[in-house]
């Protein structure tokens, strides 16, 4: 079955690092979690400032907004998908996750599969 684990990072220090792990952290979970076959895709957002945000009213209008939006200790960071037997093997994953520490978190989503295309 395959999870969508949505990094939401936690307090950043001056240097837009997350408080409680370093680079060497992300490269050890990444290299792990690439070498054991479950990653379908995974990807490391931009920095936060760099987002634009899209709403469109009930009447039609369109607004644009440049990032970053709202007032908050986390950052979406990035994502992994992978495909493993259960839910409790997910979680394990995400526990490893550097993202779940120092104050982040790491959502786990099943991904939803249609039939039918």
Request: a negative charge; charged letters at 25%; proline letters at 4%.
């Amino acid at each position: 079955m395959k999870y969508l684990l949505l990094i939401n990072a936690g307090e950043l220090d001056g240097g837009g690092d997350v408080v409680g792990c370093e680079p060497e952290d992300w490269m050890r979970f990444d290299k792990e979690i690439q070498g054991s076959g479950v990653v379908v895709a995974a990807e490391s957002l931009a920095d936060l400032v760099t987002a634009t945000r899209v709403q469109v009213a009930n009447d039609g209008k369109r607004t644009v907004t440049d990032g970053p939006f709202a007032e908050t200790r986390e950052v979406l960071g990035g994502f992994y998908v992978i495909d493993v037997p259960d839910l409790d093997v997910a979680l394990d994953w995400a526990a490893k996750c550097p993202g779940s520490r120092g104050g982040g978190s790491i959502d786990v989503r099943p991904v939803a599969e249609f039939l039918g295309g």
